[in-house]
């Protein structure tokens, strides 16, 4: 779809990182944009239509839907890392699938009539690297990314038949306050916010920003015994 004076988008987790250069980006883009925190008094871009917005409850999006019924961009950038293990703290654990599944799941929901109404549009879900692996110290993380993948292959489908366009985005290690404090090679977050928004231009179901992460896509069709050898021990 075309990113310009004709879009209306919607950003949740637009306060920080990859959110704020989503609406920044989309505003110098010619489009009108709502910008959807938690907190909304953190949310600090000129141009944006601010919202209250927790995507974990349902009262809170259902009223982000009445109050936004011009969206045809929906981007579910919002996401959380409790970096547990899947044997470790539970609650942390359906933390993670509460934001990064059903809170997605919930905003898609919510907003699918709204883009029907609206012409079709698109859907950009922000999954990651490790929606195709798992890592020691983040298995919660990954299942949930890995659940986010597949959700918006499913949605692909089932909104098919209005128009719009369900866009699955995957990155590895980006200089955001998710990974704060960890030496490690990171992308720009405006350069990942860049490349999503011209996949979406071009109409691509998916989205691969960095190299690492389209070697870990590789290796799915692999024996997976030659990527985890690095972590078992025998």
Same mark, same amino acid.
């Given at each position: ?8 988008? &919607? ?7 990859? =959110? ?65 293990? &899947? ?19 919930? $905003? ?28 020691? =110290? ?12 597949? $959700?918006?292959?499913?949605?692909? &489908? ?77």
């Amino acid at each position: 779809m075309n990113i310009d004076s004709t879009t209306t988008a &919607l950003v949740t987790g637009a306060n920080r990182g990859i =959110g704020a250069h989503f609406v920044s980006q989309l505003l110098e883009r010619g489009a009108t944009v709502y910008a959807a925190a938690r907190r909304p008094d953190s949310i600090d871009v000129p141009g944006a239509r601010v919202l209250a917005l927790d995507i974990t409850d349902p009262e809170a999006v259902a009223s982000a839907a009445r109050s936004a019924g011009d969206v045809n961009l929906l981007i579910n950038n919002a996401g959380s890392s409790t970096w547990v293990d &899947l044997l470790g703290d539970l609650d942390a654990v359906r933390a993670e699938m509460d934001v990064n599944f059903w809170g997605t799941l919930s $905003m898609v929901r919510a907003f699918a009539p709204i883009l029907a109404a609206n012409g079709g549009g698109a859907v950009v879900n922000i999954a990651s690297a490790l929606s195709w692996s798992a890592y020691p =110290g983040n298995g919660a993380y990954a299942v949930s990314k890995a659940a986010n993948w597949n $959700m918006s292959n499913a949605l692909r &489908l089932e909104l098919a038949s209005q128009g719009t366009l369900v866009t699955s985005a995957h990155l590895g290690a980006t200089d955001t306050d998710m990974i704060k404090g960890y030496d490690l090679p990171k992308n720009d977050p405006a350069d990942v916010a860049r490349a999503v928004l011209d996949g979406v231009a071009a109409s691509r179901i998916e989205v691969v920003v960095d190299e690492s992460t389209e070697v870990i896509k590789a290796s799915l069709a692999k024996d997976p015994a030659e990527f985890y050898r690095q972590f078992l021990t025998a």
